[in-house]
């Protein structure tokens, strides 16, 4: 194979991402199900003279970041590059975390996401990124897409695999769905919570949940009222409950209270998916009185945009948190 061209990039250029949070799974919807929601890491990328890398983080986790071109949003701007047959110029990335990592709130996944939209906004006008090469290298590099797929794309979306690789469907969610997520001070590792769920399950749990899907996508797009049903999960969330029994207590106090409460992701935060904004803060009265555990509340949209990448110049801010 031939060595990859200089970089095309102009140096200097310099682009603005945006990347919301995800919850995957939604209770039934196991490695397929994925709504994206209104928390955003912002990163600002610019292109620097080959072999050069500057890297600066701030916010809560920062310490654990790495500085190096291990970093997850520079491999994955690597790989982006590779992918389309051109080399990468050297890069200067400046980002403040906001999406807490380790809580099941897709933080992997808005990483990978916000590389490769980093490699799409520097290639502009030399390379076109559609949304099919996205979502493949996203699910290349994440593993799976229930994550990637609502932080490229937004909204509620079902991605599944085929012969031709990841597919996704995006759908607008009803306006009366309501997110709120508890996250706990602690966190675990996607590997091992995704350890804990069995290869095989009774078949007669594997109807429970099909059941259950089919209902939420009914739930969430026209009927929020369903939600409580529609979220009941045989799958997944029992078998993660021993490594989670905050997360654990938590959900099942909400659920007998009649919220829609779920693991989000593979935890250990929990999503509510209330039907009004009056029930999510009545949610959140609930779950300060029904545990000892600490956990910040965070009242969120349904983002309907997905990642976003634009030009930056010299006079805008630097990046900023955006919850709502």
Excluded: C
């Amino acid at each position: 194979m031939s060595p990859a061209p200089p970089s095309p990039v102009v140096g200097g250029r310099a682009v603005v991402v945006r990347v919301p949070a995800t919850s995957a799974n939604l209770g039934p919807g196991f490695d397929t199900l994925g709504l994206a929601l209104s928390l955003y890491d912002e990163l600002i990328v610019q292109a620097l003279p080959e072999g050069q890398l500057r890297i600066e983080v701030d916010g809560p986790g920062a310490e654990n970041v790495p500085r190096d071109a291990s970093n997850l949003v520079v491999r994955s701007m690597a790989y982006a590059f590779e992918a389309v047959g051109r080399r990468m110029p050297g890069i200067a990335l400046s980002t403040r975390i906001v999406i807490p990592h380790g809580r099941g709130l897709g933080s992997s996944g808005a990483a990978v996401v916000a590389g490769l939209l980093a490699a799409q906004g520097l290639l502009a006008g030399d390379v076109e990124f559609g949304p099919s090469l996205l979502l493949r290298l996203a699910t290349e590099l994440e593993g799976h897409p229930d994550n990637v797929a609502p932080a490229l794309f937004g909204g509620l979306t079902i991605a599944w695999l085929d012969e031709h690789g990841p597919q996704y469907k995006k759908l607008l969610v009803h306006r009366g769905v309501s997110p709120v997520v508890f996250v706990p001070e602690t966190t675990m590792p996607t590997r091992i919570s995704r350890a804990l769920a069995p290869l095989q399950v009774p078949r007669e749990d594997a109807v429970f949940n099909v059941s259950r899907s089919a209902l939420l996508i009914a739930a969430l797009t026209q009927s929020p009222e369903l939600l409580l049903a529609a979220t009941d999960d045989k799958l997944h969330q029992n078998y993660r409950a021993q490594a989670m029994p905050a997360t654990d207590q938590l959900v099942h106090r909400l659920r007998e209270a009649g919220y829609a409460a779920v693991l989000s992701g593979a935890g250990p935060s929990v999503l509510v998916l209330a039907d009004g904004p009056g029930r999510r803060l009545e949610a959140v009265r609930l779950a300060a009185a029904v545990t000892d555990t600490p956990w910040e509340p965070l009242l969120l949209a349904v983002d309907f945009k997905g990642g976003t990448v634009k030009e930056h110049s010299e006079d805008a801010q630097q990046p900023a948190s955006h919850a709502s």
